[in-house]
């Protein structure tokens, strides 16, 4: 029996039917019709399906669809504000910080809730905040340095 | 002469600059869109039913059940395919490893696949389909393998490379030889000889995106596959030529890529969809499971290698020998030869000998990795190279400098090098600041070498100028990770035109002629050379075109600064024509404005590294953590550098990942223990320090830029260059990678 969902995503009102066993991952890919969270592990070990739900960042393979009913989720379709990127997609692209690209949605979530939470932080918080994102690509020293460089503008340092 | 790939030594205003990627909204965005992110009217899920067994014939798969059940559209197994038992066997072996046909070889070996309406019918389906195992004993150690008792993988493999042939099937499939000189005498005239064994595990790339596919196949013969790959044309050519199709009635575009490492270089999966949906006549989506990128795609070879080193006291190497047993998995590689090659070729050597045994095993099949092969063979000869170097007392740089392989010497491998960047990396090592740095409590400081060959191959591209004077780079190698970038500045910088004016896009099969996957670091190299070419043929249009605005002789024109000039003064009122003005002039001049090459892109110039790393031990636990490292790397010439700096890091994090901690756990059942990414551990950013890097220039002769590859060699010096480290740390040499905690505990309670 398939459960009807009333969230919103990306400050849209959004509905769907979903299976009592479908992630938010799948819902939000094949009923909404949002690819940018990605499938690497489907175990919640990478970190590519990273969204926030109500403001926490989670992986929603981990997170069942009917679970987002009443709540807000914000995936990296909503992060730039119509064709102004957000500083972190700036700076990710000025840094060089991806190659592949395809871990790239989920490392800006994760990296915009911790710069929600600290805008200043360490270059080891960066390093302890990003470790649920794999990136294979990069080695991570661009990915840290554009989110150094993005946390300082958005400070207005 | 249009097409002279000689260095032109010119001074460049595009290469070499930092311009934002074209492919970079769309993937900041979420909008780019990779192997998952497409799908077909009317698909169908696929999903493939693998062996738990890591040996065992196939008695019987009975499918009856599964093909009863509502929804399912297709049930498929090897009888389902073309039969090439008598064919080449390299296409058999492809074939086998995509649908097991009489045996499974490995762990996670497909046996049967499903094609139904949604993924949960594809799952029970499989559930419904019984296969019936007759289990055959197994070996999934590359040092047991070669032994005379052990289970033989293949009962018709009979060793290839040695005379006579042997009268008895083994496990060894293949022996190759490479080298030069007498390494018998070498040895005698040596005051000091170390000889060791090494081993390393099988690492998987360890992409994140895994393998998918959309494949759909008409009654009329034709199909289409939309898939994640680093060769699309060559992906096409496999599939059509396994499954009986006509090569160019097969249109393969290629997603954007979400890693392949060379992982993407080989089929897997794409076959079965193809044969899925023509039997379904429906288009299939098949996606793989984490679990089943690491069972049945990818790894790297395990490895057991003995190298042997004869040194004299002043630092001069007289002989070197190296004998390198590579597991293939069940199916012939080149992977042992290939580390044969590699082994000693950042070396100046009067006497050396490398024999490398391609040795089947019950694993999946071995698989490109960057770099394939070097960094196991760097591993062990760099290990030993170092401990030579402490033994004499002697720099470890300083000895490596006295015996680097330079302009002129005759490689280990065979070829004579020219201009070669593995002095120049030495030197920049022994003069850079991390060399002296001092170090804290627990640490030492360790260095490596590294060599890559480069390919370079078959390449076509397309230029065609739009009637606003912007012009399109159509390309047929897959963009891994910024190319498409680079190959845009190279041809903005031969038409003379800003970078902002051109578009690159990667074609799909049925838009340009054939390339060769992007391996070998051959992308930027290769492409950007038939992209340098195709301009060349575009300006020749350009010229044409102009002089025929000018009513003038085209040898009178000449193309400079994106402008159309008449030469002399005889002409002297004639303002010069911008390509923008040409092309709109276009439509009245004779048609389109384009210019296209197809070649075969020679003398990809070879790649050195030298790394310098420093690791802290916890000598309680055996973790280790890497505190800095250096990345100093030859690259021709960086066409974008930033990306050449991404290569760097991103090749060195693989191998630290490698050396530390990734490694195939197999049970005694000869099944794979880790196959997912908590259990199999990539390193995370917090494992890491930043990696700094230094981009050596050493022009490439072949290339007009001089550009040489620079993907792959950074993940060869690593290995050795940390447990290099490790040794100056603790005085203890670690012979086996991973170099895991427990591996490191033990070592240091041994010599405690």
């Not at chain 2, 065979?414 to 640490?443: D, R």
């Not at chain 2, 070498?449 to 480069?454: K, L, P, S």
């Not at chain 2, 389109?592 to 070879?606: F, L, M, N, R």
């Amino acid at each position: 029996m398939a459960i009807l969902v009333s969230t919103t995503v990306n400050g849209d009102h959004v509905e769907f039917a979903c299976e009592p066993n479908e992630t938010l991952l799948d819902a939000l890919r094949d009923r909404v019709g949002l690819t940018g969270a990605k499938e690497g592990c489907g175990t919640g070990d990478c970190g590519a399906c990273s969204v926030t739900v109500d403001g926490r960042l989670v992986c929603s393979c981990l997170v069942l669809a009917a679970e987002a009913e009443g709540r807000e989720v914000e995936t990296v379709e909503g992060m730039a504000d119509g064709a102004e990127l957000h500083p972190l997609q700036k700076k990710f692209l000025e840094h060089a910080a991806l190659q592949c690209g395809i871990c790239t949605p989920g490392f800006l979530v994760a990296a915009k809730a911790l710069l929600d939470k600290n805008p200043d932080p360490t270059e080891e918080e960066i390093r302890f905040g990003l470790a649920g994102n794999l990136c294979r690509c990069t080695g991570y020293d661009k990915i840290v340095r554009a989110v150094q460089d993005a946390a300082k503008e958005m400070r207005g340092a | 002469m249009p097409l002279d790939a000689s260095y032109t030594g010119q001074s460049f205003k595009s290469v070499g600059t930092r311009p934002l990627r074209p492919d970079g909204i769309d993937k900041v965005t979420g909008r780019a869109k990779y192997g998952a992110d497409f799908n077909m009217p009317g698909q169908l899920v696929g999903k493939i039913l693998r062996s738990p067994h890591a040996h065992a014939k196939i008695k019987k798969i009975d499918t009856s059940k599964a093909e009863k059940l509502a929804g399912v559209k297709a049930v498929l197994t090897a009888a389902d395919l073309p039969d090439l038992t008598e064919g080449d066997s390299g296409m058999f072996d492809m074939l086998d490893n995509c649908m097991a046909r009489t045996k499974v070889l490995y762990d996670g070996h497909a046996v049967a696949a499903v094609a139904a309406v949604d993924a949960a019918t594809a799952k029970q389906a499989l559930k419904l389909i019984k296969v019936e195992y007759e289990i055959l004993p197994h070996v999934t150690d590359v040092d047991e393998a070669v032994k005379p008792k052990a289970p033989l993988v293949n009962s018709k493999c009979f060793t290839e490379g040695v005379e006579p042939k042997p009268s008895k099937p083994s496990n060894i499939a293949k022996v190759t030889e490479f080298g030069h000189g007498d390494v018998d005498a070498g040895f005698k005239d040596a005051d000091i000889v170390i000889e060791r064994n090494f081993k390393t595990e099988q690492s998987h790339q360890g992409y994140i995106e895994p393998h998918a596919c959309v494949a759909s196949v008409s009654p009329d013969g034709t199909g289409e596959l939309w898939v994640c790959t680093q060769g699309h044309f060559i992906y096409r050519n496999h599939c059509a030529q396994l499954l009986g199709m006509d090569i160019s009635k097969l249109r393969v575009t290629s997603s954007e890529i979400g890693g392949g490492f060379g992982g993407k270089t080989h089929i897997w999966a794409e076959p079965v969809a193809l044969a899925l949906s023509r039997k379904a006549n429906r288009p299939v989506k098949l996606v793989m499971t984490r679990d089943e990128v690491f069972r049945a795609s990818g790894p790297t070879s395990a490895t057991s290698i003995d190298v042997k080193i004869g040194v004299k006291k002043d630092g001069t190497i007289t002989a070197a020998t190296s004998e390198l047993r590579f597991a293939s998995g069940p199916y012939l590689s080149i992977w042992a030869e290939l580390g044969a090659m590699t082994s000693f070729a950042c070396y100046d050597l009067k006497n050396v000998r490398t024999r490398g045994y391609e040795v089947l095993v019950n694993r999946p099949k071995s698989a490109a990795y960057r770099a394939p092969s070097a960094p196991a063979a760097a591993f062990a000869v760099e290990s030993v190279v170092d401990e030579i170097a402490q033994k004499l007392g002697m720099d470890p740089v300083a000895f490596r400098i006295k015996n680097a392989a330079k302009q002129g010497t005759k490689s280990s491998y065979g070829p004579v090098y020219g201009p070669i960047g593995i002095g120049p990396t030495l030197e920049a090592a022994k003069n850079h600041p991390h060399m002296s740095a001092p170090l804290g409590p627990n640490q030492g400081r360790g260095m490596a070498c590294g060599f890559w060959f480069n390919f370079g191959g078959q390449t076509c591209t397309d230029i065609n100028v739009g009637i606003d004077g912007t012009v399109t780079l159509t390309v047929g190698t897959i963009d891994v990770g910024g190319a498409r970038a680079s190959l845009a500045l190279c041809v903005a910088e031969e038409l003379g035109i800003p970078y902002s004016q051109v578009k690159a896009v990667v074609a799909d099969t049925g838009t340009l002629g054939h390339n060769d996957m992007t391996d070998g670091s051959r992308g930027t190299f290769s492409s950007s050379m038939a992209g340098i070419f195709a301009a060349r043929n575009t300006i020749q249009v350009l010229k044409e075109r102009a002089a025929k605005m000018w009513e003038i002789p085209v040898a009178d024109v000449t193309w400079e600064a994106g402008h159309a000039k008449a030469v002399g003064s005889k002409y002297g009122n004639l303002a010069p024509l911008s390509l923008k003005e040409i092309a709109a002039a276009a439509p009245n001049t004779g048609g389109p404005v384009a210019g296209h090459s197809e070649i075969v892109a020679d003398g990809a110039g070879v790649s050195f590294a030298t790394h310098i790393c420093d690791v802290e031990v916890d000598p309680e636990t055996g973790r280790s953590q890497i505190v800095r490292y250096t990345v100093i790397q030859d690259a021709g010439k960086a066409v974008h550098p930033a990306y050449v700096e991404g290569q760097f890091q991103g090749g060195a994090a693989q191998g630290i990942g490698w050396a530390l901690n990734e490694e195939y756990i197999y049970g005694k059942d000869g099944r794979l223990q880790n196959p997912g990414f908590l259990d199999y551990r990539i390193p995370v950013c917090s494992d890491l320090p930043m990696i700094d890097t230094q981009i050596l220039e050493i022009p490439n002769p072949n290339h007009p830029y001089g550009v040489r590859g620079v993907g792959e060699t950074s993940i060869v010096p690593p290995l050795a260059a940390i447990a290099n480290a490790m040794s100056n740390a603790f005085g203890v040499r670690l012979t086996h990678v991973p170099m895991s905690p427990p591996r490191v505990l033990k070592a240091l309670e041994a010599k405690a």
